[in-house]
């Protein structure tokens, strides 16, 4: 079965920077999209950043010019790296693979950033 190891989070002061890790392994496809989601207290979940195995990516407007999704297509890994990290910023980051009937998601990893 698929499933995704996370690592990365923890906590930062306002204005620093944090590099999110995911690591897929299984049964996987080589063409898929991986993702981050985000969910703090009383929100609903959103989107981060997404990208596919070509390359292609697509952001959520509140972290553009801020994070960048990025992956290591060998490792099954995917990378948001967090510059300028603001208290809103706050939240349980997930992390998501798609391919064919296969939707998977990581158990999600604190990000705290203080003011």
């Known amino acids: 079965q698929v499933q995704l190891v996370e690592s990365g989070g923890g906590l930062v002061q306002a204005g620093g920077s944090l590099r999110l890790s995911c690591a897929a392994s299984?049964?996987?496809?080589?063409?898929?999209?991986m993702a981050w989601y985000r969910q703090a207290p009383g929100k609903q979940r959103e989107l981060v950043a997404r990208?596919?195995?070509?390359?292609?990516?697509e952001y959520g407007d509140s972290v553009k010019g801020r994070f960048t999704i990025s992956r290591d297509n060998a490792k099954n890994t995917v990378y948001l790296s967090m510059n300028g990290l603001k208290p809103e910023d706050t939240a349980v980051y997930y992390c998501?693979?798609?391919?064919?009937?296969?939707?998977?998601w990581g158990q999600g990893t604190q990000v705290t950033v203080s003011s």
């Open positions: 998501n693979l798609k391919f064919a009937a296969v939707d998977t």
């Open positions: 299984g049964s996987t496809l080589r063409i898929n999209v």
């Open positions: 990208i596919d195995s070509f390359g292609t990516t």
